[in-house]
């Protein structure tokens, strides 16, 4: 083994054993053996990205060339600025690029915006469930002091005002305070066993039923959820599918309580959507899902102006 590969292992090792007190704080068994060590690195990384001071982080799952969808996340939603009651962090997490002009522009972004957590595992939809755990990784390392995390792909609009109403008001009746996800919850779904490009076989997955989960699209998680999902993923074996491993497998090993998002998640069309934003009720939606990119910033003038007329009948922000 080279040097590299020599320093590579020794991070490794010693990143493992500091996250052994985190298992042993969060409660997690360790008596099983180690079935999912997640062995490696972070190539980029921000290690102060998520200060003392921020309660909230907006952590985004994003693919290496979607520069685009990145800096509009950062001008709109995604903003800190938007966040008045609250400090928040905005992290991009990535795996690496096999293109070599990619990977060097990613380089050059993260140094302008140093909001970019690289890991050295190969980014592609069969390494989602990798970027989860690297995430919850980072958090367990370097952001662990964090009271909410709002998590999101980054083909995603927000409506961060209507949904951090909805946040609030769950925390003043108790009910979003430890180990709990808020998500459009999904219950007694069932693996895809048609080919295809989605096809789970019933050698990575054999049982008829997912537990419950959220789709990984967009959610709320409290700050204590990540680490102990971390810890949990050690011991669970990995399983491709990232929003049923992360909020449904680990979940579920950590006993989380699911709260269901009142306004769901849409997935029409951009001209729908917009529709719907002005003509239907204006609470039924919290996260969009954008395919067409070109109409994300005409979505986020929408939900700007909503929260305008909010405002102006007296509604509350507690964003």
Not at 62 to 85: C, K, V, Y
Not at 87 to 99: D, E, N, P
Not at 230 to 235: H, I, K, Q
Request: proline share 5%; with cysteine; aromatic share 12%.
């Amino acid at each position: 083994m080279g040097s590299g590969g020599i320093a590579r292992r020794l991070q490794f090792l010693v990143v493992l054993a500091g996250l052994m007190t985190v298992e042993k704080a969060k409660g997690v068994e360790q008596h099983k053996p180690i079935v999912n060590p997640h062995p490696f690195t972070f190539h980029l990384n921000n290690e102060k990205l998520c200060d003392v001071d921020s309660d909230v982080l907006i952590w985004i799952h994003s693919a290496p060339n979607h520069f685009r969808d990145r800096q509009i996340i950062r001008e709109t939603w995604g903003n800190p600025g938007n966040f008045h009651l609250h400090k928040a962090a905005l992290v991009f997490f990535l795996g690496i690029s096999t293109s070599p002009p990619v990977q060097q522009m990613i380089e050059y972004e993260s140094e302008v915006y140093n909001d970019i957590v690289q890991s050295t595992f190969i980014d592609h939809y069969h390494n989602l469930t990798y970027k989860a755990i690297s995430g919850s990784r980072w958090m367990s390392l370097y952001c662990n002091r964090i009271n909410l995390v709002l998590k999101a792909d980054d083909d995603m609009m927000v409506d961060v005002y209507l949904l951090f109403n909805h946040i609030h008001s769950l925390q003043q009746n108790g009910r979003l305070r430890t180990n709990t996800i808020l998500c459009d919850v999904w219950m007694n779904r069932w693996p895809d066993r048609n080919p295809g490009k989605w096809r789970v076989s019933n050698e990575e997955y054999a049982a008829n039923y997912y537990p419950t989960y959220c789709p990984g699209l967009g959610l709320v998680m409290t700050g204590d959820l990540p680490p102990r999902l971390f810890a949990a993923s050690l011991y669970e074996k990995y399983f491709w599918i990232d929003d049923v491993y992360f909020t449904g497998l680990l979940a579920r090993t950590v006993n989380a309580t699911f709260e269901r998002l009142g306004a769901g998640v849409h997935f029409g069309s951009a001209r729908k959507i917009k529709m719907q934003m002005l003509a239907e009720n204006p609470y039924q939606w919290v996260f969009y899902h954008v395919h067409e990119r070109p109409s994300m910033l005409t979505i986020w003038e929408t939900i700007e102006a909503r929260q305008k007329d909010r405002l102006e009948t007296g509604a509350s922000s507690f964003t």
